[in-house]
Every structure is written in C-alpha cells, then in structure tokens.
T-cell receptor, first 113, second 112 residues
C-alpha cells in the first residue's frame, strides 16, 4: 500500500522566518496531496491541496510544491506567525476505489515570537 | 452549512466491551471516511462509505466495522475492545466527485 514519510517531526522557527515541511510517497498512482493543520484538541483542518497535474500552488503565505518524478511534495509557510504553531500532516491519495488518505506522521511546528 | 459532527465526543469503556460511534456528514456529502489517530501511529485510514456501500478498507482487524445509512450518516463499531483501541476516532466527509475531505471533531475513546 501507499507509504507517506514526513520530515522533520519537529520544527522550531522564529516569527517571521519561513518553514518547510517535506513528504515523500511511494505509490506512483497517487494524484491528490492535501495538507492539514491540527491545533491541540482540534480537528484537522485542510489548509491547501494539490493535484498531480499541477506543480505548485500558492495561497497567501502558504505554498505547496509537487515533484512527481521524485515522488515528493513540500509545504512552505512564509512570514510565520505564532498562530501557525500546530501539527501539520501531509497525505496522499490515489483515488483508486475511493478517497482513502494515507497520512504522514506529522510535523509539530513551533513559532516563537 | 453545518460541519461534520460526531457523537459522542468522549467515551470510556473497559476491555472486552463494544462501542458504537456516530458521524453526520456535511449536508449533501455522500462519502464518509473514518480514521484512527494515536500518538504512536498517527492518522490511519479505517474505511470509507459511499451511498451505503463500503468502498475502501484499511488494514484493521475485523473487530472494526462500519455502516452507512440512506441519509449518509455513518456509524463505526468496535467489538471486544482492547487497551490499544484507545484513540481519537475521526470521520471525514466529501462531496461526490471530490477528494477534499472535511473532518469532524472526533470521538476520544479511552479503554481501561
């Protein structure tokens, strides 16, 4: 089955700096890659997603890049703010018989003022 | 539209018991997926239902089962509970033809 690896597991940055989280996937049929943000005690919230026919997508301070050849995708957060502190999960789905998401283990991001 | 809702939010059970969790998707969404979240294993896919049919199943033992009703509400059942079943159980819904999944707040299950 699909295996998604996520790095780093923890990341600490100063407010205003950029943060980058990287994920790799194993199933070449994967074609949908969402990123979720989960604050303590809250539900995972979709922050951005990308499909395999697109190489990059940006939404204000958040961007995601996809390299299908290398089977990796990354989340970039610029001008980080303390409220960006949370656990971020990447996921991949092939769309074969449904929309099951295979998640990475998560990155705990801490933004210090 | 109201978001995905799950009941109950918290549950304490003892080993050997069974439990049923409920999920109401966003209005109009016909796909419901279930995930187990633990500190050690992260988020793991349990199963997905679409139009009352199980469309996909993760790698969990047969003690984990689910179903979906004609109004798209879904339930999952865990029989013969084990200590390792303690987790946050999340459901997510998506609209027909869309991979985008929206999560509910989860049910936190503690097995003693």
């Amino acid at each position: 089955g699909e295996n998604v690896e996520q790095h780093p597991s923890t990341l600490s940055v100063q407010e205003g700096d950029s943060a980058v989280i990287k994920c790799t996937y194993s199933d070449s049929a994967s074609n949908y890659f969402p990123w979720y943000k989960q604050e303590l005690g809250k539900r995972p919230q979709l922050i951005i997603d990308i499909r395999s026919n697109v190489g990059e997508k940006k939404d204000q301070r958040i961007a995601v890049t996809l390299n299908k050849t290398a089977k990796h995708f990354s989340l970039h957060i610029t001008e980080t703010q303390p409220e960006d502190s949370a656990v971020y999960f990447c996921a991949a789905s092939s769309g074969r018989s449904g929309y099951a998401l295979n998640f990475g283990k998560g990155t705990s991001l801490l933004v210090t003022p | 539209k109201a978001g995905v809702t799950q009941t109950p939010r918290y549950l304490i059970k003892t080993r050997g018991q069974q439990v049923t969790l409920s999920c109401s998707p966003i209005s109009g969404h016909r796909s419901v997926s279930w995930y187990q979240q633990t500190p050690g294993q992260g988020l793991q896919f349990l199963f997905e239902y679409f139009s009352e049919t199980q469309r996909n199943k993760g790698n969990f033992p047969g003690r984990f089962s689910g179903r979906q009703f004609s109004n798209s509400r879904s339930e999952m059942n865990v029989s013969t509970l084990e200590l390792g079943d303690s987790a946050l159980y999340l459901c997510a819904s998506s609209s027909t033809g869309s991979e985008t999944q929206y999560f509910g707040p989860g049910t936190r299950l503690l097995v003693l």
